[in-house]
């Protein structure tokens, strides 16, 4: 074996980076393994919202787990920016819902009333305020839901920037490093077979995103994680033609402070495919085009396809499992950009035997799934 650490950590995307990170702050002797570069799958791939598009309607304790990790991203950004050659363009700017019919309006006012409920800014605008604020939305609106304090970051750089903050602190971090089989001793892992050989540890974290699944064989429990696909275009329009994140029945634009302008995105069961499609290009243009028309001229100068990690009951899967030595940190859905930080605190916790803050139940990694 190649030297023994204090804890492996199986997956370079946003969530096994951010437990490095978090983890090397601490003193403690990390390797992270990935198989490709670092943050190349679905944290690349992500929109960057860091609040659930549909908040109102989660299950209670996910519900609870974004909130309890919203305000951990101000912090663990400056954190990072300090030390940071990436410009991560972490800004509140708000998002605007916008709806066209009595449906939209119902959920609108629902969500307004889970908001202030827990504490939340959500503020009513009439169609005419809703256009004062962001002139290029659709005239057919009839009215929409302001969202003040809602994030967003370029995700496409965070992972990237996490895994150099986590190098600084002395992880070891090894991209093009496949790992391929669990080590295992008297029911307890002890490491991983990888690309430069056996890596042992104390400790080792599955964090490989939606290719976790592919383990429960080996590990003797299931790892009910499967890919979820999610396409996204991306458009060029001048800075400001666009201000807010508009969402509008589950289809949203991001715009960046360059003018760029996401049009997310399509969720499809797709297996391990990321190829994108003329539909999903066909019907995301659409979809742009209907929430805001001038839209309609915009060249398009991207498109990509990622893969969530998905889970039966939304929920990730976090914590220790029945294999002694073995933590999983996956299954963060469409939510794991926002939920890196959090994810990186409990597991901190884990790793020392403190008890975390949340309560864990919920996302026992072997809980009883809906088929
Ligand atoms: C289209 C789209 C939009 C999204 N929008 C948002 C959003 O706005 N906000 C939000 O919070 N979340 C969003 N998400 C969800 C978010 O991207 C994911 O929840 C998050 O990126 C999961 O992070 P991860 O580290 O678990 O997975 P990944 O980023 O996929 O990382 C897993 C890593 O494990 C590696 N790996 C796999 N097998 C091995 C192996 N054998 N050896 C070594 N390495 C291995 C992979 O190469 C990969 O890099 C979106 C996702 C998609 C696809």
Wanted: glycine share 10%; with cysteine.
């Amino acid at each position: 074996m190649t030297g023994t650490r204090d804890v492996l950590i199986l997956g370079g995307g946003i969530i096994g980076c951010a437990i490095a990170h978090r983890l090397a702050k601490e003193g403690v002797s990390v390797t992270l393994v990935e198989r490709g570069e670092i943050g190349r799958e679905a944290s690349w791939a992500a929109g960057g919202i860091l609040t659930p598009v549909h908040l109102a309607e989660y299950p209670t304790p996910l519900a609870s787990l974004c909130l309890a990790g919203m305000p951990l991203y101000e912090p663990f950004v400056k954190e990072l920016g300090e030390s940071s050659k990436e410009d991560l363009q972490f800004r509140t700017c708000g998002m605007l819902i916008t709806c066209r019919d009595e449906g939209g309006e119902k959920e609108a006012r629902h969500l307004e009333a889970w908001k202030h409920e827990h504490h939340l800014p959500a503020e009513r605008l009439t169609r005419e305020e809703a256009l004062r604020l962001e002139p290029g939305l659709s005239p057919e609106i009839r009215s929409a839901l302001l969202l003040p304090d809602i994030a967003q970051i370029r995700n496409n750089r965070l992972t990237r920037a996490v895994a150099d903050a986590a190098r600084r602190r002395g992880a070891r971090i090894l991209p093009r490093t496949r790992f391929t089989a669990f080590i295992t001793s008297r029911d307890r892992v002890t490491g991983a077979r990888t690309a430069v050989g056996d890596l042992a540890a104390g400790t080792v974290i599955l964090a490989t995103g939606a290719w976790s699944g592919e383990w429960s064989k080996e590990l003797g429990f299931p790892v009910p994680v499967r890919p979820v696909k999610g396409q996204i275009l991306l458009a060029q329009a001048s800075p400001g033609f666009c201000r807010h994140i508009v969402l509008e029945s589950g289809s949203y634009l991001v715009p960046r402070v360059d003018g760029r302008l996401l049009i997310g995105s399509t969720v499809e069961e797709a297996g391990f495919d990321t190829t994108v499609t003329l539909d999903a290009v066909h019907h995301l243009s659409g979809r742009a085009a209907s929430m805001m028309p001038a839209a309609r001229a915009l060249p398009l100068i991207g498109s990509w396809a990622g893969l969530r990690p998905a889970t039966p009951d939304r929920l990730p899967l976090l914590g220790r499992t029945p294999v002694e030595g073995l933590l999983l940190a996956t299954g963060h859905f469409r939510n794991g950009i926002l939920l890196a930080p959090i994810t990186a605190e409990i597991v901190t916790d884990l790793v020392h035997g403190r008890t975390p803050a949340v309560d864990l139940r919920p996302f026992d990694p072997v809980r009883k799934m809906p088929e």
